[in-house]
């Protein structure tokens, strides 16, 4: 089935596109609301600015699709395979990304306010802000999500959950590019959090609760922890 015939069905009324192969569509700029893609094989397209508002991915497969600038809110995506996939810019506010695969996704500058990443696994996701916007996680829930090694450095995760995530040699330092505000930890859950060899330098965790996590080697020059609930022994760096 190709693009033209997904959008007449589409207009004809129809939402249920489950379980197709769709390798390298094109849908760009589109309108597909609601729409129900769950298990389809959506590998390698370019998806690029189009309406998936409240949209089902659930068990679908759209590893190193490009989704840049789309809006995505709302939408089902657990489950959903997204390895090396292009977010950038995409607004996934409120979606459900329970259990997605994001290894290596571009994320930078997307809008991830209030979503649902319940153990997702982002290892060497890119989340850094584009020149155009930060990336916002903002009371997102990321509890039990693995961000080894992601770039993290400028984002909003202001009361975002990361109770038992795997952060370890995560970078939310500083980011010297200019105009980049420093990544921002303020009241965020970072209970029971693997936290170890984590760069952490200028971020800000000021009412942080960091109860229990591991900061074995962890970068905290000029970190702000004003307030922060830190691990039961670890005392506070100079300057902190």
């Not at 192969?21 to 129900?36: F, M, S």
């Amino acid at each position: 089935m190709g693009a033209k015939e997904i959008q007449r069905r589409y207009d004809a009324g129809n939402r249920d596109f489950a379980g197709l192969k769709l390798l390298e569509i094109e849908l760009l700029q589109l309108t597909l609301n609601n729409a129900n893609f769950s298990q389809s094989d959506l590998r390698q397209s370019r998806l690029g600015r189009t309406h998936f508002c409240q949209a089902n991915f659930e068990h679908s497969d759209l590893s190193e699709s490009i989704l840049w600038g789309s809006d995505l809110s709302g939408a089902r995506m657990s489950h959903a395979r997204l390895r090396e996939v292009d977010l950038s810019g995409a607004n996934l506010s409120q979606a459900r990304l329970v259990e997605a695969d994001l290894l290596k996704a571009s994320l930078g500058g997307a809008n991830l306010q209030k979503a649902d990443l319940l153990g997702a696994c982002l290892i060497e996701a890119d989340l850094r802000p584009t020149a155009d916007s930060r990336t916002n996680l903002t009371q997102a829930n990321l509890q039990q999500v693995d961000l080894s090694y992601g770039r993290l450095s400028g984002a909003n995760l202001r009361g975002a959950n990361l109770a038992q995530a795997i952060l370890c040699r995560a970078n939310f330092g500083i980011d010297y590019r200019p105009g980049a505000l420093p990544t921002d930890l303020s009241g965020a859950n970072l209970q029971g959090a693997d936290l170890s060899y984590a760069d952490l330098t200028g971020a800000n965790l000021e009412d942080a609760n960091l109860q229990g996590a591991d900061l074995t080697g962890t970068l905290l020059d000029q970190t702000n922890l004003k307030n922060a609930v830190l691990p039961q022994g670890y005392s506070r760096p100079p300057g902190c």
